[in-house]
């Protein structure tokens, strides 16, 4: 229902349909009954339409980016994600939600996993099947917040969708040779706070394989987040926004004897993730060290940790809800090993 009345120096249109209330001031009354003609018009069509024809793929992502991406530590990668999606994929974009179905999906994972051209006319590689399932991650939990808080589908397009198989685990194991050679390498001294980034570089690997923590989490250590006495160490991680609070890990003696230097310090480290990363494979390349990741430094923690505690008291150390992840992927410790330790 639309009502027009005088206001100051035009006329407000009001209009008031299905409880949603609507109203704009024009210069003529004239301008004003044709403005709420047309809204009327438009807010009986919006509340006869089904929610999923109204909003497009390309809305979804924008809501999802701007509601639920910034929650998570990773949100700035995460929006890069979605950004490149929406640019090399415009027309599942451009999709209304009950349009988009399992096989636009299936086109789009083998586009990334073949490479593809855009219609630009720009080239885009090929990915690996491992930052495929990166993508699917956060394109899922897209569609599922859609359709269960924002009740805009009743059917989720990945129902039925078939994921890259992942690749296989790594099996790498960290030799204490290697740890030795890497360490002199960066000019790392023994129980003396670094002074240079390449320093804190090899200290930030010996923690990693001393308290399983990743690279993040490791750079994000310091005096309010270190408890030497109870030889605790409280941190964010990737999966707080869901759990609401941080993760606390146990530290070993020879951990703690390894912060000491710098626990007194606001932040333990002043080296960033891509410096950490960049200085550590240069190091590698350097003393002709193959394929050894920083990141295999928390499978060798977990993998020596194993024989000291039960599964229960590792999950709590690694922060895995998931045991089979910690199994197949961190445990690294080979048959002929195990073999070793039977006797």
Same mark, same amino acid.
């Given at each position: 229902?639309?009502?027009?009345?005088?206001?100051?120096?035009?006329?407000? %249109?009001?209009?008031?349909?299905?409880?949603?209330?609507?109203?704009?001031? !024009?210069? #003529?009354?004239?301008?004003?009954?044709?403005?709420?003609?047309?809204?009327?018009?438009?807010?009986?069509?919006?509340?006869?339409? *089904?929610?999923?024809?109204?909003?497009?793929?390309?809305?979804?992502?924008? /809501?999802?980016?701007?509601?639920?991406?910034?929650?998570?530590?990773? @949100?700035?990668?995460?929006?890069?994600?979605?950004? *490149?999606?929406?640019?090399? !994929?415009?027309?599942?974009?451009?999709?209304?939600?009950?349009?988009?179905?399992?096989?636009?999906? %299936?086109?789009?994972?083998?586009?990334?996993?073949?490479?593809?051209?855009?219609?630009?006319?720009?080239?885009?590689?090929?990915?690996?099947?491992?930052?495929?399932?990166?993508?699917?991650?956060?394109?899922?939990? *897209? !569609?599922?917040? =859609?359709?269960? +808080?924002?009740?805009?589908?009743?059917?989720?397009? !990945? +129902?039925?969708?078939?994921?890259?198989?992942?690749?296989?685990?790594?099996?790498?194991?960290?030799?204490?040779?290697?740890?030795?050679?890497?360490? /002199?390498?960066?000019?790392?001294?023994?129980?003396?706070?670094?002074?240079?980034?390449?320093? +804190?570089?090899?200290? %930030?690997?010996?923690?990693?394989?001393?308290?399983?923590?990743?690279?993040?989490?490791?750079?994000?250590?310091?005096?309010? #987040?270190?408890?030497?006495? /109870?030889?605790?160490?409280?941190?964010?991680?990737?999966?707080?926004?869901? #759990?609401?609070?941080?993760?606390?890990?146990?530290?070993?003696?020879?951990?703690?004897?390894?912060?000491?230097?710098?626990?007194?310090?606001?932040?333990?480290? #002043?080296?960033? @993730?891509?410096?950490?990363?960049?200085? $550590?494979?240069? =190091?590698?390349?350097?003393?002709?060290?193959?394929?050894?990741? $920083?990141?295999?430094?928390?499978? +060798?923690?977990?993998?020596?940790? @194993? /024989?000291?505690?039960?599964?229960?008291?590792? *999950?709590?150390?690694?922060?895995?809800?998931?045991?089979?992840?910690?199994?197949?992927?961190?445990?690294?410790?080979? =048959?002929?090993?195990?073999?070793?330790?039977?006797?």
């Amino acid at each position: 229902m639309a009502s027009i009345s005088p206001h100051k120096d035009g006329w407000r %249109a009001q209009v008031y349909v299905r409880g949603v209330r609507d109203s704009k001031v !024009f210069r #003529t009354q004239r301008e004003a009954k044709a403005w709420a003609a047309a809204r009327e018009i438009e807010l009986r069509r919006t509340q006869d339409t *089904a929610p999923g024809d109204l909003h497009t793929v390309s809305d979804m992502l924008k /809501r999802y980016g701007e509601e639920v991406s910034p929650k998570k530590r990773g @949100s700035r990668a995460e929006l890069l994600r979605i950004q *490149a999606f929406l640019r090399d !994929f415009p027309e599942i974009g451009a999709l209304t939600l009950s349009q988009v179905k399992t096989p636009h999906l %299936a086109a789009w994972r083998d586009a990334r996993m073949a490479g593809f051209t855009t219609d630009d006319g720009r080239r885009v590689a090929a990915v690996s099947g491992a930052s495929v399932l990166r993508d699917i991650n956060w394109l899922r939990n *897209a !569609f599922l917040i =859609a359709k269960k +808080e924002w009740h805009w589908i009743d059917r989720n397009p !990945f +129902e039925g969708f078939n994921s890259p198989a992942d690749a296989p685990p790594r099996t790498r194991r960290v030799h204490p040779g290697e740890v030795k050679r890497i360490c /002199r390498a960066l000019n790392y001294r023994a129980g003396v706070a670094p002074q240079t980034k390449t320093q +804190e570089v090899a200290l %930030a690997f010996l923690v990693g394989l001393r308290t399983a923590m990743r690279a993040g989490e490791i750079l994000s250590l310091g005096k309010s #987040t270190l408890d030497l006495q /109870r030889r605790v160490a409280t941190v964010q991680h990737k999966m707080q926004y869901l #759990t609401g609070r941080p993760r606390e890990v146990p530290l070993t003696k020879h951990a703690v004897r390894l912060l000491r230097p710098v626990a007194d310090r606001a932040n333990c480290f #002043t080296i960033d @993730s891509a410096s950490l990363d960049a200085l $550590f494979r240069k =190091a590698r390349a350097r003393l002709l060290i193959e394929d050894l990741h $920083f990141h295999d430094s928390r499978a +060798e923690a977990l993998t020596r940790l @194993s /024989r000291r505690v039960d599964v229960m008291t590792l *999950a709590k150390i690694s922060g895995h809800k998931d045991l089979r992840i910690l199994q197949e992927t961190y445990y690294r410790e080979s =048959a002929a090993d195990i073999a070793k330790r039977l006797g």
